[in-house]
Structures are given as structure tokens and as C-alpha cells.
């Protein structure tokens, strides 16, 4: 009985981590500088992940309002951390 409960998490992750693979290499549309020196990435889907000022990804809860160096308001949606932190490892792997 363990043997079929072993084989049945094998399968079930194995088909959840090629469904992240699939998703974690998307491109980002766009990169905001911000006043403190970090930089927020926009996603094709609409969400955003955040780099602190020395290149590091960091969390950002929903809806903090937060200024660009130009002045405009962006509100955060989406903590795509993961996101963001597997296409930097995959950058800096190769």
C-alpha cells in the first residue's frame, strides 16, 4: 500500500513541477525603477515582483502603494517572488 501512495506523489509532483516549469520562465514586459533604488518587474498576466536596491528578490504585500523616480503611484499586485527569483537562477546558472 505505501509503494501505490509513493507512486502516486511521484506523479503528482512531477506533473506540479513541470506545470511551474512552464510557468516560471516568463518574460518581463517591464522594469520601474523606484525612488529608494529598487526596481519593480511587470509580467505579460498582469503581476509584479520587486528587487531591492542590491539585486535581491524580495515579498511585497498586495496593494502598498509605492512611487517611481519619475513620480508616478504604482500599487503592487501580485508577489510573484518565486517568479522572479527562478529566471534570475536561471540567468546567473549558465
Same mark, same amino acid.
Given at each position: 500500500?505505501? +509503494?501505490?501512495?509513493? %507512486? @502516486?506523489?511521484?506523479?503528482?509532483?512531477?506533473?506540479? %513541477?513541470?506545470?511551474?516549469?512552464? /510557468?516560471?520562465?516568463?518574460? +518581463?514586459? !517591464?522594469?520601474?525603477?523606484? !525612488?529608494?533604488?529598487? =526596481?519593480?518587474?511587470?509580467?505579460?498576466?498582469?503581476?509584479?515582483?520587486? &528587487?531591492?536596491?542590491?539585486?535581491? @528578490?524580495?515579498?511585497?504585500?498586495?496593494? =502598498?502603494?509605492? &512611487? /517611481?523616480?519619475?513620480?508616478? =503611484? +504604482?500599487?503592487?499586485?501580485?508577489? &510573484? =517572488?518565486?517568479?522572479?527569483?527562478?529566471?534570475?537562477?536561471? &540567468?546567473?546558472?549558465?
Amino acid at each position: 500500500m505505501s +509503494i501505490r501512495k509513493s %507512486l @502516486v506523489a511521484f506523479g503528482l509532483a512531477t506533473v506540479a %513541477l513541470s506545470s511551474f516549469a512552464a /510557468t516560471g520562465d516568463a518574460e +518581463i514586459v !517591464q522594469s520601474t525603477p523606484l !525612488q529608494d533604488g529598487s =526596481v519593480m518587474h511587470h509580467y505579460k498576466d498582469g503581476k509584479m515582483a520587486m &528587487e531591492d536596491k542590491f539585486g535581491r @528578490v524580495t515579498s511585497m504585500k498586495d496593494g =502598498v502603494k509605492m &512611487e /517611481t523616480r519619475d513620480g508616478k =503611484v +504604482i500599487v503592487m499586485s501580485g508577489n &510573484e =517572488v518565486a517568479r522572479l527569483f527562478m529566471g534570475k537562477f536561471k &540567468e546567473t546558472r549558465n
